[in-house]
């Protein structure tokens, strides 16, 4: 493999997102019970979830895009109690605060620091955390995000965007992730190498299986040394 560069999925590889949407929730429901209780009574974490839900179903344009479907459902939560968009964008703050504090996995941050001295990295999501709130911007040369290119992975136009900018052809990028529909099987529908963070050691059922499959990150950053010349 004539690999030149590497895009990372976010979520579920670098860190596990499941905590830090609880902890989401959670704190959402803490601030609307603090500064308005009437929504917070109408719209407890369950019924907040479900309105998330019926909005993104409802509007389908906005599947790339989580930060629209947030607002959108901060909007339909606080219309009837008359509360406009100073309040969306109020509670909206705490939700992107608390999604920014994440967990990272125990290898996270030697490794990405390992495989940006040897390549070029770019972070490729559908989610919308922010990495230099996060403090792993600087391991990273740009980040792609389905918000900003108008689709989702696995659509090919999010990871041919990803190596336009790297200036590459998809044969020479290897993409990493965990999800064997949305990184895997998409990065390898455009011609790019896939590498599976398979933490779970689980086993592959599909035909098309990925190029590399690595326990970890750490495992990961080992391989890419071992195919680099010795500076």
Same mark, same amino acid.
């Given at each position: $493999? ?5 895009t +990372?999925?976010?979520?579920? !590889? %670098?860190?596990?997102?499941a905590?830090? $949407?609880a ?16 929504? /917070? ?6 019924? $907040?979830?479900? +309105?998330?839900?019926?909005? !993104?179903r ?7 895009? @989580? ?8 909007? *339909? ?6 509360l =406009? ?6 509670? @909206? ?5 608390e ?9 996270? &941050?030697?490794? %990405?620091?390992?495989?940006?001295r040897q %390549?070029?990295?770019a972070?490729?999501?559908? =989610?919308?955390?922010?990495? /230099? ?5 600087r ?10 290119? #108008?689709?989702a992975?696995?659509?090919p136009a ?5 190596? &336009? *900018?790297? #200036? ?16 895997? /099987?998409?990065?390898?529908?455009? =011609? $790019?190498? /896939?590498?599976?963070i398979?933490?779970?050691? %689980?086993?592959w059922?599909d ?15 080992g391989?890419i ?7």
């Open positions: $493999m004539d690999i030149r560069a590497i +990372l999925d976010l979520d579920d !590889t %670098l860190w596990p997102i905590p830090v $949407m902890r989401v929730e959670q704190r959402v429901d803490a601030w609307l019970h603090a500064h308005c209780p009437a929504v /917070a009574a109408a719209w407890p974490i369950e019924a $907040m979830r479900q +309105l998330r839900e019926e909005v !993104t409802e509007h389908p344009q906005y599947a790339h895009d @989580y930060t629209i479907q947030r607002k959108l459902t901060l909007r *339909r939560a606080f219309a009837p109690f008359g =406009g968009e100073d309040w969306v964008e109020a509670a @909206y703050a705490i939700y992107q605060d999604r920014n504090r994440v967990d990272c996995y125990a290898d996270t &941050e030697s490794a %990405l620091a390992r495989l940006a %390549l070029p990295l972070s490729l999501s559908n =989610g919308n955390a922010d990495l /230099a709130r996060i403090g792993l911007h391991h990273f040369r740009f980040s792609v995000t389905a918000r900003e290119v #108008g689709v992975k696995p659509d999010i990871f041919l965007h990803a190596c &336009e *900018r790297l #200036g590459l052809s998809p044969n020479q990028v290897l993409h990493v992730g965990d999800d064997p529909a949305l990184d895997v /099987a998409g990065a390898r529908a455009v =011609g $790019m190498h /896939a590498a599976w398979n933490r779970d050691r %689980l086993a059922h035909a098309d299986a990925p190029d590399l499959d690595f326990p970890d990150l750490d495992a990961l950053a391989w040394e071992a195919q680099r010349p010795a500076s």
